[in-house]
């Protein structure tokens, strides 16, 4: 079965800790992105890498960190420099030079 | 998720309907545009693209139509069935030598037995 994979679904920490959400996708994809959705609002894009061991930021990276060692696994990392971490995160692969991004399942993140 | 359609315009349509979705994008540069579907909790969908060069593009039981002059997108889904129950948005790409979209924040479509 291809696709991308994130897990956990449901993630609860304190506040001041830091969280790593996983993506993995097994669609030899190269390109990988994480986004954030808010209610009432589009998707925004955090990171994006489009080949292994290079990343870029995106909209918000703000308080944030990815990394791409692999090109089937590109984790995010919320730390306590992120002011509102509370949301829903998605990430996204598409084969390079390719409009189409596929979405995984999302992590709903809750920090309390 | 779940929370993520709290306060989005809905559109109810009975079962069997057409329903049409619409979309305002911002840039008149964009030139590429998909729709998605996503259902509570889930990730997004791809269901349709269209590219800037074209009016309209058909799927099965869906079409997207787009008026440049306007700057406007719509979905239209024929026959609406209950499992078409979810939010839809659309992105559009600005050509910027990268695959960066801007994402709207969607309509939730409810369908009526």
């Known amino acids: 079965d291809g696709g991308i994979t994130q897990s956990p679904k449901y993630l609860f920490r304190k506040e001041g800790q830091n969280v790593t959400l996983s993506c993995e996708q097994n669609?030899?994809?190269?390109?990988m992105y994480w986004y954030r959705q808010d209610p009432g609002q589009g998707l925004r894009l955090i990171y994006y890498?489009?080949?292994?061991?290079?990343?870029q930021k995106g909209d918000i990276a703000e308080g944030y960190s990815v990394s791409r060692e692999k090109k089937e696994s590109f984790p995010l990392t919320v730390t306590s420099a992120q002011k509102n971490p509370t949301a829903f995160y998605l990430c996204?692969?598409?084969?390079?030079?390719?409009?189409?991004?596929?979405f995984g399942p999302g992590t709903r993140l809750t920090v309390t | 998720g779940e929370s993520v359609g709290l306060h989005l315009p809905t559109l109810s349509v009975q079962e069997g309907d057409n329903s049409i979705i619409n979309c305002a994008y911002s840039?008149?540069?964009?030139?590429?545009f998909i729709w998605y579907k996503q259902e509570s909790g889930k990730g997004p969908q791809f269901i349709i693209d269209?590219?800037?060069?074209?009016d309209k593009r058909q799927g099965q039981r869906v079409t997207v139509l787009l008026n440049k002059t306007v700057k406007h997108l719509s979905l239209q889904i024929a026959a609406t069935q209950p499992g078409d129950s979810a939010v839809y948005f659309c992105?559009?790409?600005?050509?910027?030598?990268?695959?960066?979209?801007?994402f709207g924040t969607g309509t939730r479509l409810k369908v009526l037995a």
């Open positions: 840039n008149s540069a964009s030139d590429y």
């Open positions: 890498s489009q080949i292994v061991n290079d990343f």
């Open positions: 669609l030899n994809h190269d390109a």
């Open positions: 992105a559009e790409n600005i050509p910027s030598g990268t695959y960066k979209y801007i």
């Open positions: 269209i590219r800037s060069n074209m």
């Open positions: 996204a692969s598409s084969l390079a030079d390719s409009y189409e991004q596929y």
